[in-house]
């Protein structure tokens, strides 16, 4: 079983600068994947971005990226040149294992973007 | 591909009243899961399935919650009799063994 905390319920940024968002992780389990949701108003689950735990590069999609510090159990998302479409709530989830297992989310991040 | 489909969109019923809500997988996913998400509890897995067969359902509430998955593409998940504390929105994902899950749009349950 997992426990996936995120500590940040709003955040609030700069069209165009650079946010992060925290994400703190607990498991048993030795393989195991991360992983960031976007849910923007219209309620859909947008995978932002994975990150399987046995591998030490951090992953990167665009302007998104990962800081993985898997002895910490950290997995923060970074959002470089925000845009006013990344206004959403975000949520942290894992996963046990490469099976077909359910995730277990954190609470979510509400992220603000000023123009 | 159409993704992964939720019926009804929206549902209000009343308190003691039966409610089905209706997922179809992509095609060729063997694995569906069923969230719920509120606002005091955030988003929890309810069930899962592997090839048409429950795995894990601790995460359902209580007995008045059921899930089935009678072929590769259709579930429901059914509460009888609903409750207030039941309003929610219900989620399906799919997704092959391992692979991303892909989620429906939800279907947003109102038991008044």
């Known amino acids: 079983a997992q426990t996936v905390t995120q500590s940040q319920p709003e955040m609030s940024v700069q069209e165009a600068e650079t946010v992060t968002l925290s994400c703190t992780y607990d498991t048993s389990e030795s393989d195991y994947y991360l992983f960031w949701y976007k849910q923007p108003p219209s309620r859909q689950m947008i995978l932002v971005i994975r990150?399987?735990?046995?591998?030490?590069q951090n992953a990167t999609e665009n302007r998104f990226s990962v800081n993985f510090q898997k002895a910490a159990k950290s997995f923060s998302l970074k959002i470089s040149d925000s845009q006013l479409g990344d206004a959403a709530m975000y949520f942290c989830a894992a996963k046990s294992g490469g099976g077909a297992d359910g995730l277990t989310f954190g609470k979510g991040t509400h992220l603000i973007i000023q123009p | 591909d159409a993704g992964v489909i939720q019926s009804p969109r929206h549902e209000v019923t009343e308190m003691g009243q039966e409610v089905t809500l209706r997922c179809k997988p992509i095609?060729?996913?063997?694995?569906l899961f069923w969230y719920r998400q509120t606002m005091m509890r955030g988003l929890e897995l309810l069930i899962y399935?592997?090839?048409?067969?429950?795995?894990?359902d601790s995460g359902m509430p209580e007995d008045r919650f059921s899930a089935k998955m009678p072929n590769a593409s259709f579930s429901t998940l059914k509460i009888q009799p609903s409750e207030p504390r039941d309003s929610a929105v219900y989620f399906c994902?799919?997704?092959?063994?391992?692979?991303?899950?892909?989620f429906g749009p939800g279907t947003r349950l109102t038991v008044l």
């Open positions: 095609s060729g996913h063997n694995s």
């Open positions: 990150q399987e735990a046995y591998k030490q």
């Open positions: 994902a799919s997704s092959y063994p391992g692979q991303q899950q892909f």
């Open positions: 399935f592997n090839n048409n067969v429950p795995i894990d």
